[in-house]
């Protein structure tokens, strides 16, 4: 579960999963611009500089995990560069677009985090309150710690 032990390793090391701090302290640079729509963001390391670009559409929420999910491509599979598409049903099938969810869930949904305040909502009731998709949402779940 490389994904989940990265997501950790930030987090204990610079004391904060929000993804714009973290970039900050890599030395990222995170823009936001006008994209075309099916484009959410896309990372790219180019003059010895990772950049994320984010599509200036996106809510607050969005723009938090499309930063986390390009920040995890530029980690995670630092030799590409990436262009995060939009679907209307998020069934993302390339494994490092899988890879950048998982990590990005992982980062925005630690163990101690709301994500599991709610034991009462279904999957589909938190993915929609999170603004998530639902396949995240149960992968997140099934792979919580046990108790």
């Not at 149960?138 to 108790?147: E, S, T």
């Amino acid at each position: 579960m490389k994904e989940k032990q990265l997501a950790d390793e930030l987090i204990a090391a610079w004391h904060t999963n929000d993804p714009f701090e973290l970039c900050s302290a890599l030395d990222f640079v995170v823009v936001t611009v006008p994209l075309a729509a099916e484009i959410r963001g896309f990372c790219q390391y180019a003059l010895n500089t990772h950049i994320i670009y984010l599509n200036q559409t996106l809510d607050d929420r969005q723009r938090k995990f499309v930063c986390a999910h390009e920040l995890g491509h530029a980690l995670l599979h630092p030799q590409d560069n990436r262009i995060f598409l939009d679907t209307a049903t998020f069934q993302i099938t390339a494994r490092l677009e899988v890879a950048a969810n998982r990590f990005a869930c992982h980062l925005l949904y630690p163990e101690d985090s709301a994500f599991f305040e709610y034991p009462e909502y279904t999957v589909e009731q938190t993915a929609a309150y999170l603004a998530l998709p639902v396949e995240l949402v149960q992968y997140r779940i099934d792979h919580a710690a046990q108790p």
